[in-house]
């Protein structure tokens, strides 16, 4: 199987940065992602990172180090809006979405 | 509105009843999937299927059954369900190919309680 942490909650306020951090165990890696959650509604894609670094969209960044089996997404200015689940999923070997999620961060801004 | 379109949104059914569940996008993807959400764990893959053909079933019980009548629709189809299948079922869809396929659109889910 699959051992993808993240933390269960975190609180921040509005304007500050948050990071977010994932670790996974597996075999045949093939990428994570990061998806978004608000209650109720469909998870969004927000990030895929296959390769090691930083990639950047906007407020949202998402970093892989996949020798250490890290990632982490940062969530820069931050907005009420932003209150959400996030959930990180590592893809293994595979061209299809077999994905493996991990349980998600609950995300909480405060003003 | 994602693309990805489920029905009903919400579903309450005895453990003797037979119920179905909707999925339909209209992305022009070409692979469909069955996620359940459970409270407190993590979102679980159940069917995989693949220009139609089912590519996988993740060890689920036999009293779910999916079924993909065309690369637009996906159903699931529940009997005899115990309290526990109580969860939220996530429809997605993926465009096939090695930049794209695993990048899901999910539908929001239907939330099913079992009594």
């Known amino acids: 199987g699959q051992n993808i942490d993240q933390p269960t909650e975190m609180t921040a306020t509005e304007g500050a940065i948050v990071q977010i951090n994932c670790t996974y165990q597996t075999s045949g890696f093939n990428g994570l992602f990061w998806y978004q959650q608000h209650a109720g509604e469909a998870p969004t894609f927000l990030s895929y990172n296959v390769l090691d670094g930083l990639e950047e969209k906007g407020r949202f960044s998402s970093f892989l180090s996949r020798s250490k089996g890290y990632s982490y997404l940062l969530l820069k200015e931050l907005q009420m809006k932003d209150s959400a689940s996030y959930l990180c999923?590592?893809?293994?070997?595979?061209?299809?979405?077999?994905?493996?999620f991990g349980r998600g961060t609950q995300l909480t801004v405060w003003p | 509105e994602t693309g990805v379109t489920q029905t009903p949104r919400h579903l309450v059914m005895g453990m003797t009843n037979k119920k179905s569940l909707k999925c339909e996008q209209h992305l022009g993807h070409n692979a469909m999937y069955w996620y359940k959400q459970s409270a407190k764990k993590p979102l679980e893959l159940m069917f995989v299927y693949s220009l139609e053909e089912r590519v996988e079933n993740n060890s689920v019980p036999s009293r779910f059954s999916p079924e993909c009548p065309n690369s637009s629709h996906l159903f699931l189809h529940l009997h005899t369900l115990q309290p526990e299948d109580s969860a939220l079922y996530l429809c997605?869809?993926?465009?096939?190919?090695?930049?794209?396929?695993?990048?899901?659109?999910f539908g929001a889910g239907s939330r099913l309680t079992v009594l």
């Open positions: 997605a869809s993926s465009q096939g190919g090695a930049q794209g396929a695993n990048v899901l659109t």
């Open positions: 999923a590592v893809s293994r070997g595979s061209t299809l979405g077999r994905l493996y």
